[in-house]
Structure formats: structure tokens, C-alpha cells
């Protein structure tokens, strides 16, 4: 009787969650310290000192906790639009800007206003769960692009055979939740120009939507900045991670002018953010990310946990392509069923999230966005498991 | 080629934007203190100290901006459940909450979490015009029924012809928004009557949505706690405007042990919110109202004007039910068309909100929610505004 959809999505056996538990319960067990627990992308690096001081500094402001626009605060979208201009050489006004309660929210409103019932939106395995969710949710149909397990870039054998006149959007996540690999610029022109082809073709637009909130963790490469390599690209982007605010749901949904009908895009994204409840962003972590839009936590610690775990595990003769960036690691199992290799690698109170659920099968998820005591002490837990394998 | 539904809602002219945009000019042009705006429903009165405080105290967690779980921090849902039981002599846990963005993703979640497609919707008006676009997002179809002009308690004549076994919920708002007027414990009797006599006719649920965002702000009469009238009884909370925190979006879903199948009523709720995407709600102000979950802003203010303009109009002949909450004053706009009163009102530059949208012709929505002041200083305008129809 009531929403069977909705019921399922409730109640739907989620294995993320299940280790979380299993870890919590274990970790009380033995102690926290010698479970190694790597499956949250739960910031580690705490938010920079001058969020905290923002935000007092914004409590004495008369209009701290009133409403702000729907779209946003003006000032956040101004220091957002100058910020990116600043670093990549572009040209966007705070108008372009669409203020949203995080990542999650932007790509539900974005699905929304693009979305007529049943069009088609094309993913890259690996990729991030939850656009199955959203994608459903707002209509349309996630067709998923089998991984090209060498090296993490897109697959586009399979993407050609797949993209039809049906397909009204393609996501990419890039630094990739779960993989950590950036495309390179290569795969950017790669992909542009056959959505440009394919747009010629179709004789309609195809919205590229990037999914960054990992842009910023990146090490020693370039993320490209992808509304420079085709214009119907719409970015949606949180400060979860670049700031280390993941628990305040506050980013944004960036249409470029250049987008078809740019004011009518942005306009629907309006409308859909409505639709979906969304009134505005909470308004004193607008104020305060206003103040510090071009700052970011100190990331380099997770470069340093991502060269100490590459090499420890490569070292024992785990299998890995090198990511540049977020903070996963996507290590084949040592087995060919990645559900029983994690239960293996409980046995070592090793936490891991098999990939299934990803796209891919046969890997595990490891966050490391973790201590560097628990990668340091993990290994010789990694050490004993693969030798069960021997 | 987009969602033209989304687009729609995006563009579609609202007539309280356009007031404030007028006002905001106007404001410009002849000094803020003559402009006498009675447009939005933005508390007036602060948040209460203490928030500030429980803010700067929580930015010392270690977890003051991570992720809580989707359905809200615990300590939180156990401070709301024991207030309310407190209060109302209930007897909720932690568990039978579900903390949101504000009242509106409440709402949406709750209306997507139960409505098959087109399954209809009851409201009363006059009535929060947000309740059209929410429900019909939601795959639902929103029935008004009437006003009862004498009294803006339920009209159960018009309700009764309306009702019908395609109908899966019903939402009320007491005190409402924009009447002011606080349903009493008859008009909430009578209602939990014909609900209880329609389930066993259609032999389904029918759901009732309470819509409580005005719950704290009544002047001398009682609000009557609805789950404890009606078993099927859903209640949608937002603390934007007794703790005047509208910007923040916090607040919840109560669903008591008693709704048939709870859990899977709570389950489907929580799918929908994520398939709205939600994921959880902004951390840092969770953790500051679970320490101040009991208080409310200084209030009084509120009932000093409403009876000061409710008063003051009254006097120079303005016709209007009393309203015992919230801070609204529906007024009979002095000519049959409400817009036409709305556009006559300006020229005393005197701000309404005419009542077309709310469901009701021929009224105009006073918000009081300003400073003494304004009221004091309005009233020799409204004086020349009533002459100027003799």
C-alpha cells in the first residue's frame, strides 16, 4: 500500500552498512585500535581552523540563521564563481551558480530538471552506488559502462555500443569514488568528442554531468577541468571532502553559459531542487564558506597514506592500478568472488568493501582515509592474509 | 527537451518573489522604515542565545562536521522525544524519528515514501501553497477543500464530498499558515472520526500529515497534539520558526509505534529521503538543538503584535478571524479581487500577499513577523487605504 520503491530503498540490505556495524561491534570487542577499518569515505583531516573561526565570526551576523535565496547566498556564489576562475582560467558569474544541500542534492536536482521519464543516463563501472538511486528516483534509467579494468579510464568500445538516442546524460566521477583514478585529459577529448559526434547524430543535447567533489585531491596530476572540453557540461561539486565538511551537505550545481539553453537548465535545476524539498542551503555554513571558498583541509596526508598503502600492499604482491587521487584504492580480491574475499579479510579484522555493488567484479574498496598508524599496523595483517592464499 | 515540469516550477511567477523584489527597490528608493512589508513568513525575533552557544561548543567535537547517520544523531532524537514526551504525555523514542532538512524535505519524504502514483492528496484551504508542488512530485495529486470563510477551522461538509476511496492522506497545518487560526480539539475529533469511518469504508489506510512548523506559537489556546487523536497520524516539524533557525533546515518526521506497519512507514521514508538526496541533515546544527531541543525563541513578541494589528485593523473596520497562532493575519481584502486590493495597498506602501495562491479569493496574508514599529507606524496607512474605498 504505501511506496514499494521507496520501502525497498529503505530497507535494502546495504553491505556498507553492514560492515560498519560488524566494525563498531568488533572494535568494542578488541579495541578499536587493532581493527583496521577501511570502509568509510569519512574525511580523517579535520576542516581547516578558519572554518571554525568563520563560522563564530558569522553567529554575530542579524540573518545568520534566516533563509538565504533558494539559489544561494549572492556572496558564496560570488567567491565560488571567482575562486574557479582564478584557478582554471575561466570565466563564470555568480549567476551560473546554484548553491545545494551537498553533492547528492545537486545531482538529484540536476537529474531532475533533464530527465524526461524513461531517457537513459550512462555511467562508467567503477562508479559511485548511489547514481543508481538518484537516477531511478528522478525518472530515467542508469545504463552502466563495464570498467576497462587495465587502468580505470573509461572504456569506450563499450560506451559506443551502449550511448543511443535515448541517452540524455552521462555522469562521470573523476578523481573516482571507488577507484581513485583522475581521467586523464586524453579521456576528457576522447569523450567529448564522441558526445559531440553523438549529439550531431541524435540531433539533441547530451549533458555531460561531472561529479567532483574529489577535485581537489589530486596528487601530482591534473584533474581537467572539464566545462573547457565540452560545453554541455554541468559540474556538481561538495565541500565534503575539499573542506572536510562532509556531515554539512553543502556544494553546488554549476551550469556554464555555454550549456544549450543555459538559463532554462538552470531554471529547471531550480525547479527540481523545489520539487524535492530543498528551501535553501543551511545559511550560517553558506556564510562561512563564503569566507574560505578558496581554502581546502590539508590534504597532503592523504597522498602520504596513498604512497604508504600502494607500496605496502604492491610490495606483498597486491594487484592495483596507481590512483591519483581521492582516497580509494581498488585492490583485485584474491579470490574471484570479492564478497568471500572480504570475509576473509575479516578474519585479519581487515575492513573492506567488496566491489560488486560498484560495477565491477572480484575487488575491494579500501578508504585510507584513515591514520597512518592504522595502515602502518594493517600490513602485516595484509601480509598474513594474502599468504592464506598461498 | 528538459523537463518542462521542472522548468515550470523554475519560471513559474511567484507572486511573493515579485512583491519582495518590489519591496527591496522600493525600500531603496524612499528609506526601509516607510516601506510597511508584511510579505515573508522570516522570524523576527532571534534564535535564543543558547543555540549561539551549543554552536561554539560543538565545534569542538571531533566529529562537529562528519557524517551522522541518514536518519539523524541519536542524541538529538532522544532530546526531541523526550521533550515531546514531556510535553504531551507521550511516550516516542528515539526511534520513531527521522531528523530532515526542515519541514519540507519532512514533507516530501513523507508524501514519497507513501503516495502510489496518482493517488490523491487532501488539504484544507486556505493552505501553504508549497503543498501543490510537493505532492504532485511525489507522483500524487493535491485536493483542496474549501475554506469555511466563518471560521478557517475545516470546512467538513465540502470535506466529506471530497474524500473518496482514492485518497491516501491528508494534511492539515495548525497553526496555520495563512490563517493564523489554531484547529480546535473538536475540529481535530471530528476530522480523526470521518478518517477512522473512511478506513474501514476503503479498507486502506488514509494517512494524516501534520504539518506542525507553528506547533510553539499560540497565544492562550491549546494546540491539540494530533497522534494522539488519530493512530494514522504522520508529523512533519521543522524548528525554522520556534527556534528561528529558518536558514539552518532541521527538523523531522515523528511516525508513533501506532501508524499501521511503523516500520515499514519509517523504512519507505527513509528510502524516499534518500532518493531525494538527502543524506543526512547539516551535522553541527544537530548536535547544537540536541542540547536546546526544549527551548523556543522569546515568543511573547509575536502575541504583543498580532494583537496590536489584529487590534489596530480590526478598529478602522478591516474584517478578519482572530488568529490564536503563528504569525499571520488573513484580512478580506476590500474589493472582490484580492490582486487588485494587493496592488491598491502598495500605493500606501503597505506589502501583502494576496490570497489567490492559498486557495481562497478575496484575502490578503498580513505576516507580523516584523518589529512593533512597523505595525505602529502601518496603521495610519491602512487608515488611508480603508477611506480610500469609502
Keep these: 500500500m504505501i511506496n514499494e520503491k521507496m520501502l525497498k530503498l529503505g530497507t535494502k540490505r546495504s553491505i556498507i552498512r553492514e560492515i560498519f556495524e560488524y566494525g563498531k561491534k568488533r572494535k568494542a570487542e578488541i579495541g578499536e585500535e587493532i581493527v583496521f577499518d577501511f570502509t568509510l569515505g569519512n574525511p580523517s583531516i579535520p576542516a581547516p581552523m ?31 564563481a571567482n575562486d574557479l576562475n582564478k584557478r582554471f582560467g575561466t570565466s563564470f558569474k555568480f549567476t551560473n551558480l546554484f548553491i545545494t544541500y551537498g553533492a547528492a542534492s545537486a545531482l538529484c536536482s540536476t537529474l531532475r530538471a533533464l530527465l524526461n521519464n524513461g531517457e537513459e543516463v ?12 538518484f537516477t531511478e528516483a528522478q525518472g530515467g534509467k542508469l545504463v552502466v559502462v563495464p570498467a576497462n579494468l587495465d587502468t580505470f579510464q573509461i572504456n569506450f568500445t563499450e560506451f559506443k555500443k551502449l550511448i543511443n538516442s535515448n541517452t540524455k546524460a552521462v555522469i562521470i566521477n573523476s578523481p573516482n569514488n571507488p577507484s581513485g583514478v583522475v581521467y586523464s585529459e586524453e579521456t576528457i577529448i576522447k569523450l567529448a568528442a564522441i558526445l559531440n559526434e553523438k549529439e550531431q547524430e541524435y540531433n539533441h543535447e547530451i549533458y555531460l554531468i561531472t561529479d567532483e567533489p574529489y577535485r581537489e585531491i589530486a596528487y601530482g596530476v591534473k584533474v581537467p577541468f572539464v566545462t573547457k572540453y565540452y560545453k554541455n ?17 553543502i556544494g553546488y550545481v554549476l551550469v556554464p553559459d555555454e550549456v544549450s539553453d543555459s538559463k532554462n537548465v538552470y531554471a529547471a535545476i531550480a525547479g527540481a531542487a523545489r520539487a524535492l524539498g530543498h528551501v535553501c542551503a543551511p545559511s550560517l555554513l553558506q556564510f562561512a564558506i563564503a569566507d574560505c571558498a578558496s581554502l581546502t583541509s590539508d590534504l597532503k596526508a592523504y597522498e602520504e597514506n596513498r604512497n604508504l598503502i600502494y607500496n605496502g600492499l604492491t610490495d606483498l604482491g597486491y594487484e592495483c592500478v596507481k590512483p591519483d587521487g581521492a582516497f580509494y584504492l581498488f585492490v583485485k580480491a584474491l579470490e574471484p568472488d570479492a564478497y568471500e574475499f572480504y570475509k576473509k ?10 566491489s560488486d555493488d560498484f560495477g565491477v567484479k572480484g575487488y575491494v574498496r579500501i578508504a585510507y582515509c584513515v591514520s597512518k598508524e592504522t595502515i602502518i599496523n594493517s600490513l602485516p595483517k ?8 598461498k
Excluded: Q
Aim: hydrophobic share 35%.
Design 50 to 80: 578558519e572554518i571554525n573561526e568563520a563560522i563564530i565570526n558569522n553567529l554575530t551576523r542579524k540573518d545568520a540563521h534566516g533563509y538565504t535565496s533558494a539559489v544561494g547566498d549572492n556572496k558564496l556564489r560570488e567567491s565560488i
Design 382 to 389: 595484509f601480509k598474513k592474509l594474502i599468504e592464506s592464499y
Design 345 to 354: 579479510a575479516l578474519e585479519y579484522d581487515i575492513l573492506v568493501v567488496p
Design 122 to 133: 550512462i555511467t562508467f563501472a567503477p562508479f559511485f552506488t548511489e547514481y543508481t538511486v
Design 233 to 249: 557540461t554541468i559540474v556538481c561539486y561538495s565541500y565534503s571532502k575539499s573542506l572536510s565538511l562532509p556531515g554539512e551537505r
